[in-house]
C-alpha cells in the first residue's frame, strides 16, 4: 500500500510546516541535505521536495529522518497537536506532546487497517512503546518476539529495535501509543 500524509484542517502537519521543522532540525545540527538523506536512506530530490512544502512526508520518510536527527516523531510534526501522518495500513494522529527532564513522552491514537502489516524500524536508544488497544486485536512488538493483544489489552516494548503492528481477525483496531524517548537524543 502506498503511503499518504493528512492534516486536519487547522493545517497542523501541513507539508509547508512539516518540511520546515525538517530543514531547522537539519541546519542546526549542521548536515547537508546530502547529508542527512543518506543517513536517512531517502533520495536528496524527495528530501529537498519535503523541505520545500511540495512533498507530503510519510510516516515512514519521517521515521526515517527521526534517528539521523536525534529527535521524536513529534518533533518533525512542530509538535502540532491533531497533526495526523499515515502510511502501510496505519494512521497516525498526534494527540499530545510531554518533556520532563529524562524523556519525551508522545502519545498518538492509532487506527490500524484490517490484515495490513506496518513495519517499523528501531527508533533509536532506550525508546519504548506502550500500547492500549481500544477496539480490535493487535499482533505488535519487536520482529523478534510479537505479542498478541486485544481490546481492552495493553502491551510494553522496547522500541530500539524492528517491530510491526497488524490487526488480526479481518478487523480494523485502534489504540493509544505512547512513545517514551529517553533524553539522549536532541530536541
Known amino acids: ?74 518533533a518533525l510534526l512542530d509538535e502540532a497537536i491533531g497533526a495526523e501522518v499515515s502510511g502501510s495500513g496505519v494512521t497516525a494522529r498526534l494527540v499530545d506532546v510531554g518533556h520532563r527532564p529524562e524523556a519525551t513522552v508522545e502519545t498518538y491514537v492509532m487506527n490500524f487497517a484490517a490484515g495490513e502489516l506496518r513495519r517499523s524500524p528501531s527508533h533509536g536508544a532506550g525508546v519504548r512503546e506502550h500500547l492500549v488497544v481500544v477496539a480490535g486485536t493487535l499482533r505488535i512488538g519487536p520482529d523478534a518476539a510479537p505479542v498478541e ?23 480494523n483496531a485502534q489504540g493509544v501509543l505512547v512513545i517514551v524517548t529517553p533524553r539522549l537524543t536532541r530536541s
Open 149 to 171: 493483544v486485544r481490546a481492552g489489552e495493553h502491551a510494553t516494548f522496547d522500541a530500539d529495535v524492528p517491530h510491526h503492528y497488524l490487526a488480526l481477525g479481518g478487523e
Open 1 to 74: 500500500m502506498e503511503e499518504t500524509r493528512t492534516a486536519p484542517a487547522d493545517g497542523a502537519g501541513t507539508p509547508t510546516r512539516v518540511g520546515a521543522q525538517v530543514r531547522r532540525l537539519r541546519e542546526d545540527r549542521g548536515l547537508s541535505q546530502s547529508a542527512l538523506a543518506r543517513a536517512a536512506g531517502i533520495g536528496k530530490a524527495s528530501l529537498s521536495e519535503l523541505e520545500a512544502g511540495r512533498r507530503n512526508a510519510t510516516l515512514a520518510t519521517l521515521y526515517a529522518l527521526a534517528e539521523p536527527l536525534g529527535v521524536p516523531l513529534a
